[in-house]
């Protein structure tokens, strides 16, 4: 890899010349020429999609700062997931997108996370939308997907700008660019200012060498530009733009929205990222903005919980507060959980978290062996953890423990103290807990030192990095070892779901809801997964149907299609009706079922927020 430390040309880069129109003209404000140059392509060519002049707003108070001609479109791409762990609305590609629409450019977000993927359906975007610049960001367990979608975009349109973020490719660069010449830029790290930069060198045929934070190929080399100072004000960010996501279908999964109240990490565990991703120094928003952020989630979306998934949200026990005391101060009624380390809660702390509605507290535990703590430099002990979970048990908060399996030093001795540690907790504490196998992934110490800790890596097949199956093993513990104590695991999972079967059955209200919430979600996933509003969801004319008969045809096809009782069918179709997530509409000449339009779930949840005595208990 050579680093390129002043501007250089990029031989490969071609003129970014889209539907004919050179981008030095057309984006040109106010260009007489331009849009009557513009205007004639667009009536040759028969195109569906005007150009629009579209006025751009600044800043909020700042009111409209310009007007020009919009050349410039942008795409991005969530990656769909391989696991069957219930999905969240994009953080990154929303605050991706809430930074480029800020800055004038156009933006559209295509989200598989909640819908079958089919390379057909990213064709047919790409033909309607006509991006110049396609955007996919992704870890390391769905970045083989996340090339094969950018290849499917370069090979229908080449002269498309392909770029690709996230933590693996971050620490990946060669591998990426040389081995997926489709791409063509990397961004490092935090990205949101290197994107809108890129994509305005892009969209005015600029040389890319002079954005700094990325990477790209340049005659068989890897270039790298130099590197970009982190954000220091996260408050200059402006809110994700979660209104380009299908929230109604998060909102039928019951989906949580992530929020961040500060980015970065001062600690140096081994088998994380987070440092090098976003920094050793810790940036904080301001508990006003966040919360600000919150309220606007329950208004716009109904949503009554929230994920805060910062690294470690109690690090800094201030900042905690100023945002508990906020959500206090607003009188805000939703439930959120947070990641957290068990050396960074005390007493009191916990108590405000849990008056502001703080539900679940996640506690990375790793192992229960003192020496592999050591070893991953995870600054914890055993005897630190049962008190960092014995102080949130005692304020309320519900407490997940993650252990993870086959690290260094691991052997069936270690991990049987592990599996009876999280036990010790479960009993003492109701401290829920899992368990993942090691997944040693780019940028971390743990992959590039694998050997100085003892670590053979069996496969570089990203997709099997799924944390679910062995991919290492230590000369102390073999896959099967791993397998063997991981089945010991699972065996006590199956024998939990046993018992809450059972107790649902007996009458436990509490565990049957669980059973309901589970099977729900299932249904829900079985829609996504099969595009199955999309095949059935056409009715007939509203002459002949009415609203009620619509339901009951459209719960009817379902249960079909799903081989499931009919009963049950029409009983999730109504429930989904219910809550705002599935409308009929107008389609043509008769009437079609479609999951609730963004902008459209947002108005049903402001009026419903404007009427004071439905704020609490709603339902995401």
């Not at 050579?2 to 004919?20: A, D, M, T, V, W």
């Not at 109604?248 to 929020?259: D, E, F, I």
């Not at 609203?547 to 009951?552: D, L």
């Amino acid at each position: 890899m050579k680093e390129i430390p002043s501007p250089q040309r990029y031989p490969n880069s071609p003129p970014r010349r889209f539907l004919g129109i050179h981008p030095r003209l057309s984006s040109q404000p106010g260009n007489p020429a331009a849009l009557s140059l513009s205007f004639l392509i667009w009536l040759i060519s028969g195109m569906t999609r005007a150009i629009l002049m579209t006025p751009i707003l600044g800043r909020q108070g700042r009111g409209v700062a310009s007007c020009w001609l919009i050349s410039m479109r942008v795409l991005l791409l969530s990656t769909p997931h391989p696991l069957e762990e219930s999905p969240l609305p994009p953080l990154s590609l929303s605050y991706l997108a809430g930074v480029l629409a800020e800055e004038g450019i156009e933006v559209k977000i295509l989200d598989f996370l909640v819908t079958h993927y089919d390379p057909r359906k990213l064709r047919r975007e790409l033909e309607d939308y006509r991006p110049q610049l396609v955007g996919a960001t992704c870890v390391t367990l769905n970045y083989p997907i996340a090339r094969r979608m950018l290849k499917v975009c370069k090979a229908l349109y080449p002269h498309i700008f392909t770029v690709i973020g996230g933590p693996h490719v971050t620490f990946a660069l060669e591998e990426t660019l040389l081995q997926s010449p489709w791409i063509d830029a990397i961004v490092i790290g935090e990205g949101e200012r290197t994107l809108v930069e890129l994509a305005r060198a892009v969209e005015e045929d600029k040389d890319i060498h002079e954005v700094p934070g990325i990477a790209f190929a340049d005659g068989g080399m890897v270039v790298k530009t130099p590197p970009r100072t982190p954000i220091e004000n996260l408050d200059q960010l402006p809110l994700p733009a979660r209104e380009l996501l299908p929230m109604a279908r998060y909102r039928a999964l019951g989906a949580p929205c992530t929020v961040i109240t500060s980015r970065g990490c001062p600690f140096s565990c081994i088998f994380c990222s987070g440092r090098r991703m976003f920094g050793p120094k810790v940036r904080f928003r301001s508990s006003g903005l966040v919360v600000d952020e919150i309220e606007k989630l329950q208004r716009d979306f109904g949503l009554a919980k929230v994920n805060i998934v910062d690294d470690t949200f109690t690090l800094n026990h201030n900042h905690t507060r100023a945002v508990c005391e906020e959500m206090l101060r607003r009188n805000l009624k939703l439930k959120w959980s947070v990641f957290a380390r068990v050396d960074r809660i005390s007493e009191d702390l916990a108590q405000l978290m849990n008056r502001a509605g703080c539900e679940w507290v996640l506690f990375g535990v790793e192992s229960a062996d003192e020496g592999i703590l050591k070893t991953i430099r995870k600054g914890i002990t055993p005897e630190g953890v049962r008190r960092g979970v014995k102080i949130a048990y005692e304020a309320g908060i519900n407490v997940f423990n993650s252990f993870i399996l086959g690290l260094p030093g691991e052997s069936p001795e270690t991990a049987q103290k592990s599996l009876a540690f999280g036990d010790e907790l479960y009993h003492q504490y109701g401290a829920k807990y899992g368990f993942h196998m090691l997944s040693p992934l780019p940028g971390t110490e743990i992959y590039e030192r694998a050997k100085d800790y003892g670590i053979r890596i069996l496969s570089r097949n990203w997709a099997r990095y799924n944390a679910n199956e062995p991919i290492t093993e230590t000369p102390t513990m073999s896959t099967e070892m791993v397998e063997e104590a991981m089945s010991f695991y699972n065996r006590g999972i199956e024998a939990a779901w046993d018992d809450i079967k059972q107790r649902a059955k007996d009458g436990d209200a509490g565990c049957a809801e669980i059973i309901e919430g589970k099977e729900r979600n299932e249904f829900v996933w079985a829609l996504f997964q099969g595009d199955i509003i999309e095949k059935v969801g056409g009715m007939a004319s509203a002459a002949i149907l009415n609203q009620g008969n619509a339901e009951s045809e459209l719960g009817r096809r379902v249960s079909q299609k799903l081989g499931i009782d009919i009963a049950l069918g029409k009983r999730r179709i109504g429930e989904l009706i219910a809550r705002g997530t599935l409308q009929l509409n107008s389609k043509g000449n008769g009437l079609r079922w479609q999951w609730t339009d963004t902008q459209k779930l947002k108005l049903a949840s402001e009026a419903t927020w404007r009427d004071p005595s439905l704020r609490s208990g709603r339902q995401a």
